[in-house]
């Protein structure tokens, strides 16, 4: 028995004060780190039990997946001679990593409107749990729906054809892509009203998903438009993502996405600190 047992099981008397317990700071950093799970479990759990969440992360990307190899498999590998499913499989995986953002985003509204974010505001929680919790449970979220459509992908012709260090870097890409994007949909949804998440991220994501080379090559796109659609976010994480399972130039657009997540993160990060701070202190 050590020296804590032995004080715990021993009897105390009337005058002898009962020992105090220790508890972290709040601004601690292991404190950060144990609330920011908490607020991950949380999330992931309120996430699990919601069907909204189960289709727009799961079952709405495979049967896009399905759509599009059923109805544009074969067009798209003539006109590239490539196997269409080495660009649609990139491609619906960063879809569906920011498509799954706006549940988050109405369920960060949701909280603001029901006082809990004002809640965990006055509670002895780390001030940064609650949107570092966010932004780890988004990343799971998007490592959970990659891993699934790429179990799709593979029942239709997908393959790893560079090794399990390329393909362990592919799935990586959706993770980075994913989170950064949270951050930029986590600002938004601190400072926008009503339907303006949706339209908004709805209006980005058509835009990346038309203009990108995951359907067809750059050269395909009127002259004006081929440099704009090579070096968007998208693009530069598809040509990465293809390089790396089917092969092909890997360093320069890995440094492009790298590049853009980089950039989204530093530009969004304070908006969203500040959107979620003033969210938590309006609901308190």
């Known amino acids: 028995m050590n020296s804590v047992e032995a004080t715990l099981e021993r009897p105390y008397t009337d005058n002898e004060p009962l020992p ?3 508890h972290r700071s709040e601004g601690a950093v292991s404190t950060l780190v144990l609330h920011s799970m908490l607020q991950c479990k949380r999330l992931l759990m309120v996430w699990a039990r919601d069907p909204a969440t189960t289709i727009q992360t799961l079952l709405y990307p495979a049967l896009t997946l399905l759509m599009f190899r059923i109805v544009l498999g074969d067009s798209i590998s003539a006109a590239t001679g490539k196997p269409s499913v080495f660009g649609t499989v990139p491609m619906i995986t960063l879809i569906a990593a920011m498509t799954g953002a706006v549940v988050s985003a109405f369920g960060l509204k949701t909280e603001k409107a ?8 006055t509670m002895p929680i780390h001030r940064a749990a609650g949107l570092t919790g966010r932004v780890l449970a988004e990343a799971i979220r998007v490592l959970v729906t990659t891993l699934f459509v790429l179990a799709v992908g ?11 260090l390329a393909a362990l870097a592919l799935v990586g890409i959706p ?16 400072v926008s009203e009503g339907v303006m998440v949706v339209h908004v991220v709805g209006l980005v994501n058509t835009l990346l998903m038309f203009f990108n080379t995951g359907f067809v090559p ?15 976010p ?22 492009k996405t790298l590049a853009w997540i980089v950039a989204a993160i530093v530009v ?8 979620y701070r003033r969210a938590a202190e309006t609901g308190a």
């Not at 990465?240 to 440094?255: D, I, K, T």
């Open 20 to 22: 105090v317990a220790r």
């Open 114 to 121: 029901t006082g809990l974010l004002g809640r965990f505001w």
């Open 154 to 164: 593979y029942a239709i012709g997908f393959r790893f054809e560079q090794g399990p």
């Open 175 to 190: 993770v980075l892509f994913g989170t950064a994007f949270a951050v930029f949909v986590t600002a938004l949804a601190t």
């Open 218 to 232: 750059k050269v395909a796109y009127p002259i004006w438009l081929q440099d704009v659609v090579a070096n968007q």
């Open 234 to 255: 998208m693009s530069c994480a598809v040509e990465a993502m293809r390089g790396l399972s089917y092969g092909g130039p890997v360093a320069e657009p890995l440094l």
């Open 268 to 275: 969004f990060t304070w908006p969203a600190v500040r959107g």
